[in-house]
Structures are given as C-alpha cells and as structure tokens.
C-alpha cells in the first residue's frame, strides 16, 4: 500500500508555557509490539504518572488476543482520562486507517484497528504511527534530541529501527519504514521478511544468540554479558555485532548528515565500550565536512522512548 509523504513538522520550542502548564491535563501513549503491549500516561513534561503491561499471542491469527491486552492496559486511563493517545506501532501502518497492516512476527496484528479499539475502550482521541516515526519525537520532546534541528533516534536488541529528524522534520512517510529492511550485504543471511542481506538479520539480539551458540560461547549470550566477560570470542563478537549495527547507520549518515545517534534498548547492556564502537564504526566512515557523528546512549532506567514519543505525536498533532 502506497503513501503519500506527510511532513510532521515540529514546533521550534516544545517546552509547554505557563498557559498550557496551567491547564492540568495529561497524555496518553501505547506502544504495540508482537505479543506485548505497554501502556502509559504522562503529564506535559514527559513523567509518567501510572504504566501498564499485557502480553497476547502473536501467532494466533485471531484478534481477540490483542483486544484483551489493550482492554487491561487502558485501565491505566480510567482515573484521568488523556487529552489523546499516541501509539507507536510496530510494522507497517496505515495512520489514516488507524491500523497496522501488517507485522511479519505477529499474525494477530495483520489489519488490526487500533485507533478504533482504544478509542472504544478510553473515549479519547487516538492517533497511530510507526514506532521508528514515533520515537524520534520521544528524544526531540523529552531527551538528548531536544534543542536540535537534526539527529536519529535508534532502537536495538529485538526491535531494530531508525527515526531521523531532519532540519526539523521527521523523515519517512506514513506508517513508514524503520530500515531495518534496508539491504546491507547483497548475499546475506535470510530475515524474517524472506530475504537476504537485511540490516535485521545482522544486527539483532536475534542475530547475537545465534552467533553466541556458534561460536560456542556458553552461557548468558547478552550484549551485557559478553561485553562483561572480556574473554577473546566475546570481546570479538561484541565489535562484530558493533560494525553490523553501524552498517545501517553510516547509511543514514552519509544520506542525512544526522551528528547525533541516540541509541535505545539492546545497547544501553553494552554500557560505554558499546557506545566507543559504535562512535568508532560511525567516524571511521564520515564523509568530510558537516557535524562529526556522535553516539550517546539513554541514561533511563526504564527506556520509555516509544511511550515518550506516543506523548509527543500527541503534542506534536495538536
């Protein structure tokens, strides 16, 4: 299904004024992942004041599953209903439609219509996107992004994408792409989607337990773990799942000149030696001229990036 691009263009200071502080209302974000959902509502500036989370079978080809997990995730709303929420969907997405059109790992959410759902469930208002689309604004409102024209939002570990802002715009059409589809290696390993040479089917927790079990590293096959143990093979494994994940991002650099990378997930495990290669990688490859690339990891305990940019598709929509 083909969509026209719809620039989600973002105002130059997204700190609330007094007027809008004086206004006591709250805003609502849902993140919808293969067999999980997570629900959370948040003031202006981005705390979260309650969250919940429910898990449903993504195989199963029935809906029902998913409409039972976001009925017991939208009772975080029942006390103080949102002024909208904001869902960050993974897969392809259909906004104007309110649905996702289809999720390779998750049969349940082929055509689901979640805006409908919520909006039955929670009365508010619900606008749905693409989770790398929605998690760039999550750092452009409320983390390191804020302030800059230009920088991308990376999610690794299960999920992997990539949301750019771009002189003040998120670059992507609707529902759009994460790049975790982008073609690295033109005869690579087979992905989930059915091809080869896919950013996903080398830079990936997936890919990291699979290498880790090759190898013959026993044990805890985590980025943290490996990054821990210091040992020869694991410290050789640790810089090779670096260099794949910079595969895609020295992409969007040479392409969008973006300076910083915040990374989210799987790497905050990695700590900073995780951090220095992937700064490393990025550098190695940068083109003269422009902001030299800079990786930073999020600091939170939690990594509320997709809730915190469900919050800010709300913000950003009104």
Same mark, same amino acid.
């Given at each position: 299904?083909?969509?026209?691009?719809?620039? &989600?263009?973002?105002?130059?200071?997204?700190?609330?004024? %007094?007027?809008?502080?004086?206004? /006591?209302?709250?805003? !609502?974000?849902? *993140?919808?992942?293969?067999?999980?959902?997570?629900?959370?509502?948040?003031?202006?500036?981005?705390?979260?004041?309650?969250?919940?989370?429910?898990?449903?079978?993504?195989?199963?080809?029935?809906?029902?599953?998913?409409?039972?997990?976001?009925?017991?995730?939208?009772?975080?709303?029942?006390?103080?209903?949102?002024?909208?929420?904001?869902?960050?969907?993974?897969?392809?997405?259909?906004?104007?439609?309110?649905?996702?059109?289809?999720?390779?790992?998750? /049969?349940? @959410?082929?055509?689901?219509?979640?805006?409908?759902?919520?909006? #039955?469930?929670?009365?508010?208002?619900?606008?749905?996107?693409?989770?790398?689309?929605?998690?760039?604004?999550?750092?452009?409102?409320?983390?390191?992004?804020?302030?800059?024209?230009?920088?991308?939002?990376?999610?690794?570990?299960?999920?992997?994408?990539?949301?750019?802002?771009?002189?003040? #715009?998120? @670059?992507? %059409? *609707?529902?759009?792409?994460?790049? $975790?589809?982008?073609?690295?290696?033109?005869?690579?390993?087979? =992905?989930? =989607?059915?091809?080869?040479?896919?950013?996903?089917?080398?830079?990936?927790?997936?890919? @990291?337990?699979?290498?880790?079990?090759?190898?013959?590293?026993?044990?805890?096959?985590?980025? !943290?773990?490996?990054?821990?143990?210091?040992?020869?093979?694991?410290?050789?494994?640790?810089?090779?799942?670096?260099?794949?994940?910079?595969?895609?991002?020295?992409?969007?650099?040479? &392409?969008? $000149?973006?300076? &910083?990378?915040?990374?989210?997930? #799987?790497?905050? *495990?990695?700590?900073?030696?995780?951090?220095?290669?992937?700064?490393?990688?990025?550098?190695?490859?940068?083109?003269?001229?422009?902001?030299?690339?800079?990786?930073?990891?999020? *600091?939170?305990?939690?990594?509320?990036?997709?809730?915190?940019?469900?919050?800010?598709?709300?913000?950003?929509?009104?």
């Amino acid at each position: 299904m083909a969509h026209e691009r719809s620039p &989600l263009r973002l105002v130059p200071d997204p700190v609330p004024g %007094p007027e809008v502080r004086a206004v /006591p209302r709250t805003l !609502g974000a849902v *993140e919808l992942l293969p067999g999980r959902v997570r629900a959370a509502l948040l003031d202006r500036a981005g705390t979260v004041l309650a969250r919940a989370e429910a898990v449903f079978d993504a195989a199963s080809p029935s809906p029902s599953g998913v409409d039972e997990a976001l009925a017991r995730v939208a009772a975080v709303f029942e006390e103080r209903r949102p002024s909208g929420i904001g869902v960050a969907a993974a897969g392809v997405v259909d906004p104007a439609g309110g649905r996702v059109i289809e999720v390779d790992e998750a /049969p349940a @959410l082929r055509g689901y219509g979640v805006t409908a759902r919520l909006e #039955e469930l929670t009365g508010a208002p619900v606008r749905v996107e693409h989770r790398a689309r929605v998690q760039v604004l999550g750092d452009r409102w409320f983390g390191p992004g804020r302030g800059r024209r230009s920088f991308a939002s990376v999610s690794t570990g299960e999920v992997l994408g990539v949301g750019i802002l771009y002189d003040g #715009e998120v @670059l992507a %059409p *609707e529902g759009g792409r994460s790049g $975790a589809h982008m073609t690295v290696s033109a005869s690579g390993e087979p =992905c989930t =989607c059915g091809r080869r040479g896919c950013w996903k089917a080398v830079a990936t927790t997936r890919w @990291l337990r699979g290498r880790a079990g090759a190898l013959g590293l026993a044990g805890d096959a985590s980025l !943290g773990a490996l990054v821990a143990s210091g040992e020869g093979a694991a410290r050789r494994l640790v810089a090779e799942y670096a260099e794949n994940l910079v595969l895609g991002l020295a992409t969007v650099q040479q &392409l969008f $000149a973006c300076g &910083l990378f915040v990374l989210h997930g #799987e790497a905050r *495990e990695g700590g900073e030696p995780f951090r220095a290669l992937v700064e490393a990688g990025l550098r190695a490859g940068a083109l003269g001229g422009g902001e030299l690339p800079r990786v930073v990891v999020s *600091e939170a305990a939690v990594d509320d990036v997709a809730l915190l940019g469900g919050a800010g598709l709300v913000l950003s929509g009104r």
